[in-house]
């Protein structure tokens, strides 16, 4: 075998070496993702186990309060049409006249599953959080660590402080306009409880969702995605589309709930500018320091 052929076959045996070790990296990193998920699955499992001995707690005065004409929300809106008469009685709501059934034998057995596994998640979500930073933190550069050591915190707020926001205000107010509204008096408006279940769900877990704005600019932001320059100059057509979000999320011809759904989406947005402002403006100040040291 000439020299060449030697070399050949020599240099084709370490790159096959290399691509097996590169390949074997990834598995590892799959691996290690997959411990971090199974832990975060034990403890929503967990969470869920300790959900089934609140279940009375859980369904009969969480997920059918916003159905309640007692709730916290309709007597605060009551209040303040006391307060403010100029407001409008109609902003008192005082009767959700609906009927909740059930029409399948297992549809109780299943809501209440379904109602303490949604339970086990939400509540899971900080720890979930916290094992994807353990995933993410070695990948990082110390300085990165630093400006990061306070994501799961922030997060997990954000996350609960949308949760509230949608349980309290923009649930309540979907609810009553959606078992209220009637397109003929001849029709009777009842529902099915995984309909109840569903519509409560999504509109409190969405907000929470919705909330995470100021952490998803702040991973786009780092990563040169997006800039302050953009959003600022975007916040005409930014202010259009909360609108219509409210809108959507509060079908109700009544300005002031659409306005009240609309004003924590825009302190998101501002907050989310500031946000992207401050990671640029510490980025030009390490370019300048670099600038600084290459120049002397």
């Known amino acids: 075998m000439s020299d060449t052929k030697k070399r050949d076959l020599i240099g084709a045996i370490k790159e096959k070496g290399k691509t097996l070790e590169a390949e074997m990296s990834f598995?590892?990193?799959?691996?290690?993702?997959?411990?971090?998920?199974?832990?975060?699955?034990?403890?929503?499992?967990?969470l869920t186990a300790?959900?089934?001995?609140?279940?009375d707690f859980i369904f009969n005065t969480i997920i059918m309060g916003p159905k309640n004409p007692n709730f916290w929300?309709?007597?605060?809106?009551?209040?303040?049409?006391?307060?403010?008469p100029s407001l409008g009685s109609d902003l008192c709501i005082t009767k959700i006249d609906a009927k909740i059934i059930n029409?399948?034998?297992?549809?109780?057995?299943?809501?209440?599953?379904?109602?303490?596994?949604?339970?086990?998640?939400?509540?899971g979500i900080p720890y979930l959080l916290f094992e994807i930073w353990l995933f993410v933190k070695p990948a990082l550069h110390e300085n990165e660590r630093k400006s990061a050591s306070g994501f799961v915190a922030f997060a997990s707020f954000l996350f609960f402080l949308g949760i509230m926001f949608g349980y309290y205000m923009i649930c309540p107010l979907s609810?009553?306009?959606?078992?209220?509204?009637?397109?003929s008096p001849d029709i009777e408006n009842t529902f099915t409880i995984d309909s109840y279940l569903s519509s409560v769900m999504t509109l409190t877990i969405g907000s929470g969702v919705i909330f995470q704005l100021p952490v998803i600019i702040y991973i786009l932001s780092k990563l040169?995605?997006?800039?302050?320059?953009?959003m600022r100059a975007s916040r005409r057509y930014s202010t259009v589309l909360i609108l219509i979000v409210a809108a959507v999320v509060t079908p109700t011809a009544d300005p002031y709930t659409m306005l009240i759904?609309?004003?924590?989406?825009?302190?998101?947005?501002?907050?989310?500018?500031?946000?992207?402002?401050?990671?640029?403006?510490?980025k030009n100040k390490e370019l300048y320091g670099v600038a600084r040291i290459r120049k002397n």
Do not use: W
């Open 27 to 46: 598995f590892d990193h799959i691996d290690v993702l997959r411990k971090h998920l199974l832990r975060a699955l034990a403890v929503v499992l967990l």
């Open 261 to 282: 759904v609309a004003a924590p989406l825009f302190l998101l947005y501002e907050l989310s500018i500031y946000i992207s402002a401050n990671i640029e403006r510490k």
């Open 175 to 183: 609810i009553n306009f959606l078992t209220n509204f009637t397109v």
């Open 73 to 84: 929300t309709y007597r605060m809106m009551c209040k303040l049409v006391e307060k403010f």
């Open 50 to 55: 300790g959900a089934f001995y609140f279940t």
């Open 103 to 123: 029409t399948e034998m297992a549809g109780q057995f299943t809501l209440q599953l379904n109602s303490c596994v949604m339970v086990g998640i939400i509540l």
């Open 224 to 230: 040169g995605v997006m800039t302050p320059a953009f």
